[in-house]
């Protein structure tokens, strides 16, 4: 069930990742929301169907930017296994952890998607990407990575209620 909630979530975010969040720009980086939202879930939740939400996430992206499909559904989906494989083994301190697998998992996701742009269309030049694109969107989703982390760790709580004796 907790699948299936994935689909209307994951539209709204994909709403705001496009009307508002995508306006919000540092040199040509962007963060993104979407990639946020699935790394603090793989961190903190105990449903194991994370996965399927970034490949649900990966679906809906794709449709709304130039990047080809199977470039954008692999950046999530090797993200969010990065962050589910690291998830309370790397430090016992949740925040540095979401700060660590934000920037890898944005690394991730932008070289596979310049990867994908690469082999598809285009001839661009790595240097000038990594400087004024991938560099700046990691920065951007390191700062919104730790409010989104808060948020995402409270919906956690509500929904799956630890019992205290």
């Known amino acids: 069930m907790v699948t299936l909630l994935g689909i209307p979530v994951f539209a709204l975010l994909t709403v705001m990742q496009s009307a508002i969040i995508s306006r919000l720009n540092v040199a040509y980086g962007t963060a993104d929301l979407i990639l946020l939202v699935l790394l603090a879930w793989a961190l903190q939740s105990p449903n194991k169907q994370v996965l399927w939400w970034a490949f649900i996430a990966g679906i809906?992206?794709?449709v709304i930017t130039a990047a080809p499909f199977y470039a954008v559904i692999a950046g999530y989906l090797l993200a969010t296994s990065?962050?589910?494989?690291?998830?309370g083994r790397l430090w016992n301190i949740p925040i540095l952890t979401m700060v660590l697998i934000t920037f890898i998992g944005s690394l991730i996701l932008l070289l596979s998607t310049y990867v994908g742009i690469s082999f598809s269309r285009a001839n661009?030049?790595?240097?000038?990407?990594f400087t004024k694109i991938i560099l700046p969107s990691c920065v951007l989703n390191m700062f919104l990575g730790l409010p989104i982390f808060l948020i995402i760790k409270?919906?956690?709580?509500w929904i799956y209620p630890k019992e205290y004796e």
């Open 154 to 157: 409270d919906l956690v709580d």
């Open 60 to 62: 809906f992206v794709s």
């Open 124 to 129: 661009l030049p790595f240097s000038t990407s």
């Open 82 to 87: 990065l962050a589910i494989v690291l998830r």
